[in-house]
Nanobody, 114 residues
Framework: VQLQASGGGLVKAGTSLRLSCAAS????????MAWYRQAPGKQRELVAY???????YYRDSVKGRLTISRDNAENTVYLQMNNLKPEDTGVYYC?????????WGQGTQFTVSS
């Protein structure tokens, strides 16, 4: 499965953004899909994940501001991001969790200006 994230850009703090991740194949059989991010100078980290049953996980720093969702029929995972903060800046990727596919794709970059 190839994964292509999109939706990034330059935004101001306090605004919203929705990221999309389109898979080249079916994600129906993938129980847990996740969004990861890599901030400048830091290692890639888990941001949120969603299971096929709909249960979700969010890292503490994004709770209440981000919402992950998935559309198995469209083979797409979304990340709605509200009240963006400068520390949200980075390259965002989607992938399987906890064992990511070896190919991460290019990710989508966005920068939050204060």
């Amino acid at each position: 499965v190839q994964l292509q994230a999109s939706g990034g850009g330059l935004v101001k703090a306090g605004t919203s953004l929705r990221l999309s991740c389109a898979a080249s194949g079916s994600i129906f059989a993938i129980n847990v899909m996740a969004w990861y991010r890599q901030a400048p100078g830091k290692q890639r980290e888990l941001v949120a994940y969603i299971k096929n049953g709909g249960s979700t996980y969010y890292r503490d720093s994004v709770k209440g501001r981000l919402t992950i969702s998935r559309d198995n029929a469209e083979n797409t995972v979304y990340l709605q991001m509200n009240n963006l903060k400068p520390e949200d800046t980075g390259v965002y990727y989607c992938n399987r969790f906890p064992t990511p596919f070896s190919s991460w794709g290019q990710g989508t970059q966005f920068t939050v200006s204060s």
